[in-house]
């Protein structure tokens, strides 16, 4: 038998021709080689018809786009048609955290008979830098080289004033000509999520828009205000650092929202564009540790209750620290990916705190896990739709600040309700206080009131002491300027008001003392206050020792010849009457008198000079007299 020939089986040959074609597949890929003609862009990409009967259109559909990964693409190279495009509605452009560049193609088209004023607008703020090539396609031949017609930068990494409509988002004036067809080149970078919503206005549509927009953030931005003010004004009028940490929340998160919507860039400071970026992660890290302050404080996270719970807030407060610091140094791209996980952190940690204190049955922690719920609510949608993961970042701008504001207003009501609690509870513990020391006050009551009595006694006395002169009885000095200073005061009430002042002085006083002793001069001096005691009888008269051997009478309602009359009389009584000294030896003295009569306008020292005047006009004339206005010179 022959031997049998030798055959290769079928399903090995098919098996090579397959990977030579995958290999062959794979070689075109590699090195972008078109398997086909490139086919016309305007056949790719709907051209986008624009005529007065339309105000705008919010949704641009069908959008052509690629990805540059190596940054290597031109607007040329977008036109030619040569790349690989891909379509997508303009409110489903939206791509996570990359350093890819991407090119948008829009194609317009004028189809009215006069000229069109459009705007380009997209509708996200947070864009490093946008780039917008205006070409006109022809008005009929779209066949034609498409020639240049603007070219525009715009972007937080470029100079706000650089925007041709100066607005926190981007607008691009697009003017057509009748029949005219205009392609814009759309290059987007960021360090950022990258979200692209597109659409086409008239300046009436964007103004009412605008309007309605700055009406809500207005109202915002004034909320968040008035919330602030108001925990400030907590702080300063109690002393407390809660309602502080609350207002320096409400302050940043508010920041953080204006910068992320891209008003902070727009009013605060347009001329830095790297404060822009900046401010994001800052107030993101800063509104992050006051609420975790507020919340320590808030729901009373102390070592000594929750040593867990306050060991986590600590732990979490100095990495906030070391990040705030990391803002300036580290890329925008990474910081922004650090902070989030930060602040989901942070949140997931105070929103587990106030669980624990709620079941523990703690009523304003309820309050506080509620407004967390409202704040979860809005910042997931927010957060997705930030990162682009989500279209739609308007609107969820818009939610967020509702969950915001709401969170911010429970926190804030819930404060006030548990300062209340506490000053409540304190009204309790001193009404529990008061009632237990009723009786014993009621008990002391009479004590205290026997106390005060025997006080205003002794009180009186002490007073009646310090106006008397202890050697004899009479008014001191200071007991004789009060009873003058008080009838003088009587003259500014009466137009009749009267008053006659008389200082009398012993004669020869200091031979009294010399030849017979102290002893002696205090003996006549006592001597002298009985007399005048029981010959100055009126209740109204002032009776007083001025000094040394001076005597001093007030004699209020009394005319200046009866006071003359009754001052002889007192004289004549000293002059016939002698004074028994303790030895029983009799002494002999005269008194000199000085009388003035009080004239309007007089003050009590002048008074008192015109008397002291003539009392030395008595001692001149040989003593033992009296001398007065009526009998002087």
């Known amino acids: 038998m022959g031997r049998p020939s030798q055959q290769f089986p079928r399903h090995g040959r098919s098996a090579r021709g397959w990977v030579g074609v995958f290999m062959l597949g794979l070689c075109l890929l590699v090195l972008r080689l078109p398997l086909a003609e490139a086919q016309p862009l305007h056949a790719l990409c709907d051209m986008i018809s624009l005529s007065v009967q339309q105000t705008e259109s919010p949704a641009l559909p069908d959008l052509c786009f690629v990805r540059d990964d190596d940054h290597v693409l031109t607007p040329q190279d977008v036109l030619s048609g040569r790349w690989p495009m891909q379509k997508r509605a303009a409110d489903q452009l939206a791509f996570a955290q990359t350093q890819a560049a991407y090119w948008v193609y829009i194609p317009v088209h004028n189809a009215d008979a006069q000229d069109r004023t459009w705007f380009l607008q997209l509708n996200y703020p947070l864009l490093d830098q946008v780039d917008f090539w205006v070409f006109d396609l022809g008005a009929d031949d779209l066949q034609a ?43 987007v970078q960021s360090n950022g999520a990258l979200n692209l919503p597109l659409s086409l206005t008239t300046a009436r549509a964007a103004l009412e828009t605008t309007q309605t927009h700055s009406l809500g953030q207005g109202m915002f931005m004034g909320a968040m205000l008035l919330l602030a003010v108001f925990n400030l004004v907590l702080f300063v009028r109690l002393r407390i650092w809660q309602p502080f940490f609350n207002a320096l929340y409400v302050l940043c998160a508010g920041l953080f929202i204006t910068s992320m919507s891209g008003l902070t860039f727009q009013y605060l400071w347009p001329d830095f564009p790297w404060l822009a970026n900046l401010s994001i992660p800052l107030t993101e890290v800063l509104a992050i540790l006051s609420l975790l302050l507020f919340t320590r404080h808030f729901l009373d996270v102390n070592r000594q209750a929750w040593p867990r719970q306050a060991q986590a807030i600590r732990g979490l407060f100095y990495l906030g620290l070391v990040l705030l610091l990391a803002c300036f140094w580290l890329p925008y791209a990474l910081i922004t990916k650090i902070n989030t996980v930060f602040a989901l952190s942070s949140m997931v940690l105070m929103f587990g705190i106030s669980i624990r204190h709620a079941l523990h049955g703690e009523r304003m922690a309820r309050l506080y896990l509620f407004s967390w719920l409202l704040f979860f609510a809005g910042f997931l949608l ?23 504001g709401s969170q911010i207003f429970l926190l804030t009501y819930a404060e006030v309700m548990q300062l209340r609690e506490l000053m409540d509870r304190a009204l309790q513990i001193e009404s529990a206080a008061r009632s237990s020391l009723q009786q014993q006050v009621q008990l002391r009551t009479a004590d205290l009131e026997t106390t ?14 310090s106006q008397r002169d202890a050697l004899t009885g009479l008014l001191n000095r200071r007991g004789l ?19 006659v002042l008389v200082i009398f002085d012993l004669d020869h006083f200091k031979r009294v003392n010399d030849i017979h002793g102290h002893d002696a001069g205090d003996v006549a001096l006592q001597w002298v206050a009985e007399v005048l005691r029981n010959l100055l009888r009126r209740q109204a008269d002032v009776l007083g020792r001025f000094g040394g051997e001076e005597f001093v009478v007030l004699m209020p309602g009394t005319a200046l010849d009866g006071a003359i009359a009754l001052v002889d009389r007192l004289l004549d009584h000293i002059r016939r009457h002698q004074v028994t000294l303790p030895d029983g030896s009799q002494l002999q003295i005269t008194l000199s008198a000085g009388l003035a009569a009080w004239q309007a306008g007089d003050t009590a020292q002048v008074l008192f000079r015109r008397a002291d005047t003539y009392l030395y006009q008595a001692k001149a004339r040989g003593r033992d007299c009296q001398v007065s206005a009526a009998s002087s010179g």
């Open 481 to 499: 300027d009060e009873s003058l200073a008080q009838l003088l005061r009587q003259s500014e009430r009466s137009a009749d008001f009267r008053l």
């Open 382 to 404: 927010y957060g997705l739709a930030a990162f682009g993961l989500i279209p739609g970042f308007l609107a969820q701008e818009r939610w967020m600040q509702i969950a915001l």
């Open 452 to 465: 005060m009595g025997a006080l205003e006694q002794a009180n009186q006395q002490l007073l009646a002491l």
């Open 145 to 187: 080289a498409p020639k240049l017609l603007d070219f525009v930068r715009m972007g937080d990494a470029v100079r706000f004033d650089a925007r041709p409509v100066k607005h926190r988002l981007f607008f691009l004036p697009l003017h057509l000509d009748p029949g005219q067809s205009l392609g814009i080149v759309l290059q």
